[in-house]
């Protein structure tokens, strides 16, 4: 994929994120600024964290599979 299209997916994935955090704050009432921002890296962190896990253990696998390809 080229740099444009990396651009525009991170964008899309973001502003999805943004549309989250501004509905779940509103939710919850009139809040101030401060309750939005930690609601948004609240919201970061639980689909950060899978998301790290499963590309840590992909490498893992996949450092795994090379070291087995190379000794044979």
């Not at 964008?11 to 509905?23: P, Q």
């Not at 509103?26 to 899978?50: A, Q, R």
């Amino acid at each position: 994929m080229k740099a444009r299209e990396w651009f525009l997916v991170i964008f899309i994935i973001l502003l999805g994120i943004i549309c989250l955090t501004i509905s779940a704050t509103h939710m919850l009432g009139p809040e101030p600024m401060h309750t939005y921002f930690f609601t948004f890296i609240h919201l970061c962190l639980l689909m950060g964290v899978p998301l790290l896990l499963v590309g840590l253990v992909y490498l893992l696998l996949l450092l795994k599979e090379k070291k087995k390809g190379t000794k044979e």
